[in-house]
């Protein structure tokens, strides 16, 4: 037989990651930052999906891209 680990029993659940809004904040010294930036098209209340290159707004799909440093040659 190999030795693998076992499976986790049924009504066992592995750690994931949070989900959820707060995820959207930082919380410091009993005060709260937002980690992502708002849509400047639908206000406050609608923060953009932060992707490789650009960040994306959900809900009117206003996207900003990022800037790329190229090297200098």
Request: contains cysteine; proline residues 8%; aromatic residues 10%.
């Amino acid at each position: 037989m190999s030795e693998e680990e076992p499976s986790p029993a049924p009504g066992e659940k592995e750690n994931k990651q949070k989900k959820g809004v707060w995820r959207l904040y930082d919380s410091k010294e009993g005060a709260s930052k937002r980690s992502s930036r708002f849509c400047p098209r639908c206000g406050p209340g609608f923060f953009m999906a932060n992707h490789e290159d650009r960040y994306t707004c959900g809900k009117c799909h206003y996207t900003e891209f990022k800037k790329v440093e190229t090297p200098a040659k």
